[in-house]
């Protein structure tokens, strides 16, 4: 009996979770082209990507907000002459990115795909690791151009090398 509820209570927990189904969306050996990734779910305000990509690759992912457009991103690998091997970034001003937080902790891999999400606010864009919204928090930007009506679009592209991309699959 003992073994039936806890089966129980951990079958509930998993379902209280919930599951974020992920599919493959390309494989990108194209650099320096931008792409869009498919919003299946354009009504929520965050959303799931994956990344398989070996720690010298340089795939960017960016969310956009407002007209003009505004970009914050989270860039993989070294650019811009960093040591870092993970970077956020803002660009408000076309072609003058500012750094707001950087890691040197290599979070990508060429044999698995890993996973972060984005969550926009009024006034906030979090931005994390994994499949369960809110944990794992890399950075938070506070920024007043970050509001639910002004996102446009989740973009990608890839500075250097080739990069597999996943995004959250639709029903």
Request: net charge negative.
């Amino acid at each position: 009996m003992k073994i039936f509820l806890v089966l129980t209570v951990a079958l509930v927990a998993d379902f209280a979770m919930g599951d974020i189904d992920m599919c493959f969306m390309e494989k990108q050996t194209e650099v320096f082209k931008i792409r869009t990734f498919v919003d299946h779910y354009p009504e929520n305000n965050h959303t799931y990507f994956g990344v398989k990509a070996c720690p010298e690759d340089v795939p960017l992912i960016g969310a956009t907000f407002g007209n003009p457009a505004y970009y914050f991103f989270i860039i993989f690998g070294k650019v811009f002459g960093s040591p870092a091997a993970v970077q956020i970034m803002i660009e408000k001003e076309k072609g003058q990115p500012q750094i707001l937080w950087f890691s040197k902790q290599v979070m990508l891999n060429c044999n698995e795909v890993k996973y972060f999400w984005m969550k926009w606010s009024e006034g906030e864009l979090a931005i994390g690791q994994g499949l369960e919204l809110g944990s794992r928090t890399l950075y938070t930007i506070n920024d007043a151009d970050v509001r639910p009506e002004l996102y446009s679009s989740l973009i990608y592209m890839l500075r250097e090398g080739t990069a597999e991309f996943e995004n959250q699959c639709g029903e």
